[in-house]
């Protein structure tokens, strides 16, 4: 079902400190993307760099985690199986800005809170 990550969210105090630091270290590239959102960005993977309090679907505590794992299946197939494995969609499937470009998303939880969303590139 999953072919790889597209994106993970960090949740930090100051996202340009943040973006920075890893563009000096890890020589990744900075991004600016949305309403000024910051991001660091290496190869076909992005970490997306928010403040405390802008994520409303999900809480920087345990069961804070933010992932994005990307599938080839279908729209479809993906809401069938989560389905069948008793998990309650909470949003989607919408259209969200992935590390290519736009993604087609479902978002849910795991079973400690962390918030999943399964995309898939038309």
């Given at each position: ?5 597209d994106h993970v969210v ?70 069938a199986h989560l389905a ?15 590390a290519c470009g736009p ?20």
């Open positions: 079902m999953i072919a790889s990550i960090l949740t930090v105090r100051d996202p340009d400190a943040a973006a920075s630091f890893f563009a000096r270290v890890f020589g990744m590239e900075e991004l600016t993307f949305g309403n000024g959102r910051r991001a660091v960005k290496f190869g076909r993977q992005k970490i997306n760099l928010q403040n405390l309090g802008d994520e409303k679907r999900n809480h920087a505590v345990i069961g804070s985690g933010d992932l994005c794992l990307l599938t080839d299946w279908p729209v479809e197939r993906t809401l069948q494995e008793d998990i309650e969609v909470l949003e989607g499937p919408v259209t969200k800005s992935g993604i087609t998303s479902i978002y849910f939880k795991d079973p400690d809170g962390n918030l999943i969303e399964v995309s898939r590139y038309d």
